[in-house]
């Protein structure tokens, strides 16, 4: 029997993989191993996610938690070498650009295991943020190179990959935002406990070290978000990073900004579709509100998913550049996006045909 490893370590890892899972479990003769290295450990980043997407407990949980890249890199790497050894695998399949995935790929590359990388190809040509260094370093040793959009499949040809590696599937998280959309009963549950009307709001939510580690950026991102507040009602679920720097630096948050803990995938969902504009500097965020044609502000000089500027609701924005383009949505000036191919929802299929393939080649 046939045995693959899907690699999950933080929140938007699970709504890559559910989906996969779910498929890949169909398949006879094919033991499907979930390990979970607990990059992101707590309820609220973690265990909730599992929950709203149906997912099991992990076969796995390495419990790593927070630490330096350093530190965390290498204590998934020297955990996951054990599960490895222990399990054998055929194929390892990581998902996006955390350090879980460059982690685990480094590990399983070590031990001549076929690498499947599910998003790949995204660049945003920024080599400050960690999870570009993450993308890259994966990709160049990964076996099966599963691109989320055309341009995706353009950066690996420039870069070298021989194009018999890549693989234009689709993007998945679209398949687990699908399923969750259908699933949800009563979606105003949320909006009526938070006493939020929809299309009647702008969600925020800001995480990445380069908007939150830095007093005085935090400090001029806050200040727009309170003016922005002043035209329209602001929801922002805070991320626990976010929210211990506007502790420690006692950053004034206007009365008209509506603070929450991290969301669960259904809740943040019903939030996200039903609000009038969303302010981010997520990526998955970025690809969401495509789908769901919500006009996005990306807070971020560059995007790795330039697609959802190209074709999709999406603008990149400057502190300084905000309050004029949270205006100019409210005017009804928003762009009018379209879905870029194979957003669809079925990308998981599409992506455990060619790792079951993959497979019985290997076998022959």
Not at 219 to 227: D, G, P, Q, R, T
Request: hydrophobic fraction near 40%.
């Amino acid at each position: 029997m046939k045995k693959i490893i899907l690699v999950v370590g933080a929140r938007p890892n699970f709504m890559k993989a559910a989906p996969l899972y779910r498929h890949l479990r169909k398949q006879n003769n094919l033991n499907v191993i979930l390990l979970h290295t607990g990059q992101h450990y707590d309820y609220e980043m973690s265990q909730i996610f599992f929950e709203d997407l149906d997912l099991p407990k992990p076969d796995y949980f390495l419990d790593v938690q927070s630490g330096s890249h350093a530190k965390q890199t290498a204590k998934i790497m020297v955990k996951f070498e054990k599960v490895l050894l222990k399990e054998k695998p055929d194929m390892v399949v990581v998902f996006g650009d955390v350090n879980s995935t460059v982690a685990c790929s480094l590990t399983a590359k070590k031990m001549q295991i076929v690498i499947a990388h599910v998003e790949a190809g995204l660049r945003s040509y920024d080599e400050t943020m960690p999870e570009e260094i993450n993308r890259r370093v994966t990709d160049s040793i990964s076996d099966l190179l599963l691109t989320p959009s055309e341009d995706a499949n353009v950066n690996l040809l420039k870069e070298g990959v021989d194009k018999e590696k890549i693989f234009l599937v689709g993007n998945i998280m679209i398949d687990s935002l699908v399923v969750v959309i259908n699933k949800i009963k009563d979606e105003t549950k949320i909006l009526k406990k938070l006493k939020l009307e929809a299309k009647e709001y702008c969600l925020v939510t800001i995480h990445r070290p380069s908007n939150v580690d830095n007093e005085e950026i935090l400090a001029e991102i806050v200040s727009k978000l309170n003016e922005v507040s002043e035209k329209i009602p602001v929801v922002f679920p805070v991320h626990p990073r976010t929210r211990k720097h506007l502790q420690d630096w006692k950053i004034k948050i206007g009365s008209k900004i509506l603070l929450t803990s991290p969301l669960g995938y259904r809740d943040f969902t019903c939030l996200e579709r039903n609000s009038r504009l969303v302010i981010t500097d997520s990526g998955g965020i970025q690809e969401e509100t495509t789908f769901l044609n919500i006009p996005c502000l990306t807070l971020r000089p560059n995007t790795e998913r330039p697609i959802t500027i190209q074709m999709g609701t999406n603008k990149l924005v400057t502190e300084k550049s905000l309050l004029n383009e949270v205006e100019f949505v409210l005017n009804n000036n928003n762009k009018k996006g379209k879905i870029p191919a194979l957003w669809d929802g079925k990308t998981a299929l599409r992506i455990s045909e060619i790792l079951i393939q993959k497979l019985l080649v290997n076998q022959t």
